[in-house]
């Protein structure tokens, strides 16, 4: 469908260029396996303690100094969405709730040859040590189907999907060739069946839903797309795989 080609190129021109060097992760304390709700994955928010230095093997930059600090409290960061440097997606994601790790981070996964001021050099390899004291863990997504078929028939209409793209403004058009993409059977509606589940993995929804909050049309598009829900029992509101993680558990 053209929504889905108009994301699709975007997330070719904004994609990275992968790195043959990787983050190295040494867990020194604390919990080194644990269940699925304790471990770290795409979309949570955490609360970190973390200290950053210039790593002992770095070509760059001072040895061992102190660039940044959560101090004597706790910070909170989305992990995947694209809000963190590459390496501490990379090393972070797996982790365990109240687990202690050392994380090496290379140039081309941090501030590359630019670095950020005086206090890391571009080029240098850096070393967090971090603990992961806290887990927040976002629920399902909204059920957009739901939300536009306001005549409660079971069924979307042209009118009522077009109403969400024009939360961008009022004149803005329906997206080329959405309907007929959508409407399996043809009958000019687009069901709860035909409507299904998410069309793009949910670490990619959560990254795209998280950096295009705006009602732009790339922001409805990410919407339309991933505001879905996973299965029937979802629909029902019974649904048990993920929307028991979004209380927030401090250790």
């Not at 080609?5 to 080194?32: C, K, M, N, Q, W």
């Amino acid at each position: 469908m053209q929504a889905e080609r108009i994301l699709i190129l975007f997330l070719f021109f904004v994609a990275a260029i992968s790195s043959e060097e990787a983050t190295t992760v040494d867990v020194y304390a604390g919990p080194t396996d644990c269940d699925a709700p304790d471990r770290v994955r795409t979309g949570d928010t955490l609360g970190i303690r973390y200290a950053g230095t210039i790593d002992a093997s770095s070509a760059a930059g001072e040895p061992g100094s102190q660039f940044a600090s959560s101090g004597e409290g706790v910070a909170e960061l989305a992990v995947g969405v694209g809000d963190l440097i590459e390496g501490w997606d990379a090393g972070l994601l797996g982790l365990c709730r109240g687990s202690r790790a050392v994380l090496v981070v290379p140039p081309s996964m941090a501030y590359g040859s630019v670095g950020v001021g005086d206090a890391v050099p571009g080029g240098a390899t850096l070393r967090f040590d971090v603990e992961v004291v806290s887990l927040d863990r976002p629920g399902p997504p909204p059920d957009l189907f739901e939300e536009l078929d306001v005549d409660r028939d079971g069924r979307l209409a042209a009118e009522e999907i077009h109403a969400h793209f024009r939360k961008e403004s009022p004149d803005a058009p329906m997206p080329p060739d959405l309907i007929r993409n959508e409407d399996a059977d043809g009958d000019g509606f687009v069901s709860r069946e035909e409507f299904g589940g998410p069309r793009m993995s949910r670490d990619m929804c959560l990254e795209m839903l998280h950096q295009n909050s705006e009602s732009t049309l790339l922001g409805l598009v990410t919407r339309w797309l991933c505001y879905r829900p996973h299965g029937p029992e979802q629909v029902e509101g019974h649904d048990n795989s993920e929307s028991d993680y979004g209380n927030k558990e401090e250790l």
